[in-house]
């Protein structure tokens, strides 16, 4: 009784994880929908909501992601990709990536329990209907410059722009330059589907955009560029996140 309470508590702590682990910093936690499916029921997007299969069937972990993308709305531009995977007691817990059109959509994940190859439960953030231009017209270097202008104009300097701090930061105890330690200082962007922070995870909110992750001498920012229009989208101080 004692290794089963034990195995138990282990289980819920690797399922809080994964939800937690999923949080890009910046952003607030999607609102995660669970749901329970009851001995040969399928159940879909909506909580407390299911749907009994023709033949009175569980739904198969093998035929899982067909049926999934189906019912969540998901389009042949849409993927699901597995992240992480874990094998707690009897129980199998896999958690997918949404990508669409090839491109990671931020947020967006579903989790899967599974048990003797049948579902069991599933927890998901995924983001249905999206109808999105994936042909970036705005370089890299071109959204940079845009991301920097948008610190600029509220008096933060990126680190690597920074002479006073790449000075202090990048200088071992000997004086020598340590490049390992400015690279770290360099802008991180790449084109991905986001939304602004604390906005609702809903299809309209997102757009295709270059993503920055910034960091000053004593901040950190992420930064959002319309990957189509070069529009600034989105600014966030996640320093404290």
């Not at 009851?38 to 909580?47: A, C, D, R, V």
């Not at 709305?73 to 669409?100: H, T, W």
């Not at 899967?112 to 890299?140: A, H």
């Amino acid at each position: 009784m004692k290794n089963q309470v034990f195995t138990d508590i282990a289980y819920v702590a690797i399922v809080t994880m994964l939800l937690v682990s999923n949080a890009i910093q910046g952003q607030e936690k999607p609102s995660i929908k669970s749901h329970e499916v009851e001995p040969h029921f399928y159940i879909f997007n909506k909580p407390g909501y299911i749907v009994k299969s023709d033949n009175n069937i569980p739904l198969l972990v093998k035929d899982f992601i067909p049926i999934c993308k189906e019912e969540f709305g998901l389009s042949e531009y849409d993927d699901l990709r597995l992240k992480d995977y874990f094998m707690p007691s009897s129980r199998r817990v896999a958690k997918y990536q949404q990508y669409y059109k090839g491109y990671e959509v931020e947020d967006a994940i579903i989790i899967v329990e599974s048990k003797k190859d049948t579902v069991t439960m599933i927890s998901e953030s995924l983001v249905g209907r999206l109808c999105l231009n994936t042909d970036s017209s705005v370089s890299k270097s071109e959204a940079l410059t845009i991301a920097v202008e948008a610190l600029e104009a509220i008096h933060e300097t990126p680190g690597w722009l920074d002479s006073l701090f790449v000075e202090s930061y990048c200088r071992n105890s000997d004086g020598s330059f340590d490049s390992t330690r400015y690279k770290k200082t360099l802008p991180k962007g790449k084109l991905t589907i986001a939304r602004k922070f604390g906005s609702e995870v809903a299809a309209e909110n997102f757009r295709f955009v270059w993503i920055f992750h910034l960091g000053t001498a004593i901040k950190e920012f992420r930064v959002l560029v319309d990957a189509n229009t070069g529009e600034l989208f989105d600014v966030t101080d996640y320093t404290c996140y």
